[in-house]
């Protein structure tokens, strides 16, 4: 089922195009962590604070030219995923690679790297340049002295939650990431939400 405050964030799908489905799937925070984080973010000057909700991404830009296949696959995932707790804490940066400042993740980063790998392990194509490592952004492409300021206000950050849950999202015509199903962890024989 896909929560109220997901569908109001985020528009409707367009459906598959002509060169297959560019596909995302995101571990979505849970309230009050998903508005406090969006609040620092917007903070810190990061004009993506609004229009991009708190998460940590488990798959970007994947393609699939078989949306139904990517779709069952991810939904076989997460049924045969447990669910699992994450805990942030503080800050780190993948500067100079990218311009990114990010909680790290201390509890859950080994469960979120194996649910990457198994969601990379069928047919979703991954066009990603860079390893995989978990965690969530709070600036991105920022000045270095607001990416400094980010580092330096979150640097003693410490929030735990439960993960049940993994959102599968579409890159839709407009450029923007459309839900198109909430998925929870652990529960087989899943239908669309």
Not at 28 to 48: C, H, I, K, Y
Not at 50 to 57: C, L, M, R, S
Not at 58 to 76: F, M, N, Q, Y
Not at 115 to 130: N, Y
């Amino acid at each position: 089922m896909t929560p109220p405050e997901l569908e109001s964030e985020i528009p409707g799908a367009t459906g598959l195009g002509d060169e297959g489905v560019s596909v995302g799937v995101v571990i979505p925070l849970p309230e009050p962590l998903r508005s406090q984080l969006r609040a620092a973010r917007a903070s810190f000057g990061d004009p993506v604070a609004q229009a991009i909700p708190p998460h940590i991404t488990l798959v970007t830009g994947a393609v699939a030219s078989d949306w139904a296949a990517a779709r069952e696959h991810v939904r076989h995932v997460a049924a045969r995923t447990p669910p699992f707790r994450i805990a942030l804490r503080g800050t780190s940066s993948f500067r100079p690679i990218t311009e990114v400042v990010f909680l790290r993740i201390d509890e859950g980063f080994d469960e979120c790297l194996a649910l990457h790998r198994a969601l990379q392990d069928g047919p979703l194509q991954p066009t990603v340049d860079f390893a995989f490592h978990p965690h969530l952004t709070v600036a991105h492409d920022l000045p270095t002295g607001q990416l400094d300021f980010a580092m330096e206000a979150l640097a003693g950050y410490a929030e735990d939650f439960p993960v049940d849950r993994i959102g599968l999202f579409e890159h839709d015509a407009d450029g923007l990431w459309a839900l198109q199903e909430e998925l929870i962890l652990g529960q087989a024989g899943q239908t669309p939400s």
